[in-house]
């Protein structure tokens, strides 16, 4: 039995494929964790999405980003880009299972067989991973409440950029979602860390008051694999928090880490989505 952990899919299913068979992947007795954004921008989100369900037990995944989006599109609050290439998810006849099949899915796991989490963007360097599971799990039961379209309605928007404990109703739900599906920097300032949510530069092209969310995250016994970053190319300079995202929908390739063996397998991109 093998555990494996893949970066940004983005509606890039033959590319999942191909990276899945490099590895003898078998359902019947290995896991795949996603990171999040399975939809948005590749030419494929809907067979994406209906892989992983047909993967069943073998299949789990946190949300992203595009993945909150598409739930925000189907439920009618939000428009969607021409670029996301999801027309044949919303325009489809299973809408509302997409709608609920999202709403279920969390923010943040610890991965049952290892000493090890996985989350879209990042953890917030404030909290520890203890904390960091309890919010998320707040979001997945706001998610699943009755009014739940009403945060959807009011999640597009950077503030607040500070964490405080008493943050309340959509500013806390939004703080939440948003450092775990947006965040790339963050910015030190007389208050405390702030997110700042407008760089999607890597490291050395953004401003010197800028630092990736990980540079202020104290070492962890804990491993932390993250996507979101496609500019990363996955390097973090760290070994305990792992950066997955490598761009495939980008021209770029998309990477496999074999979670028990710490290695990974990519996948050149077949084509690329501007």
């Not at 070492?219 to 792992?242: C, V, Y």
Request: a negative charge.
């Amino acid at each position: 039995m093998a555990h494996y952990a893949v970066g940004d899919i983005h509606g890039c299913i033959d590319e999942l494929k191909a990276l899945l068979d490099k590895v003898a992947f078998d359902p019947a007795t290995d896991k795949l964790w996603s990171v999040g954004d399975l939809v948005g921008r590749g030419l494929h989100s809907q067979q994406v999405l209906q892989f992983a369900v047909e993967l069943g037990d073998a299949f789990g995944c946190v949300l992203g980003n595009h993945d909150l989006h598409l739930l925000a599109v189907l439920c009618g609050v939000r428009q969607a880009h021409p670029k996301d290439n999801t027309d044949m998810i919303h325009q489809g006849a299973e809408t509302e299972f997409w709608i609920e099949w999202l709403r279920q899915q969390p923010l943040m796991l610890h991965l049952p067989a290892s000493d090890s989490v996985i989350v879209h963007a990042g953890v917030y360097p404030e909290w520890s991973l203890a904390q960091a599971q309890t919010l998320a799990d707040e979001v997945r039961a706001q998610l699943q409440r009755p009014d739940y379209q009403d945060y959807l309605q009011q999640m597009y928007h950077n503030e607040p950029t500070r964490w405080c404990d008493e943050l309340t109703g959509v500013e806390r739900f939004r703080f939440i979602v948003n450092a775990f599906t947006r965040m790339r920097f963050c910015r030190q300032e007389a208050d405390g860390l702030h997110l700042d949510l407008t760089s999607k530069l890597s490291p050395q092209q953004a401003d010197a008051d800028l630092l990736p969310w990980f540079n202020f995250y104290p070492t962890s016994p804990i491993q932390i694999m993250f996507g979101h970053w496609a500019a990363l190319n996955g390097k973090t300079g760290r070994e305990d928090i792992i950066a997955l995202d490598t761009g495939c929908v980008w021209g770029n390739k998309l990477t496999l880490l074999n979670i028990d063996q710490q290695s990974f397998v990519t996948q050149a991109a077949f084509t690329d989505v501007k």
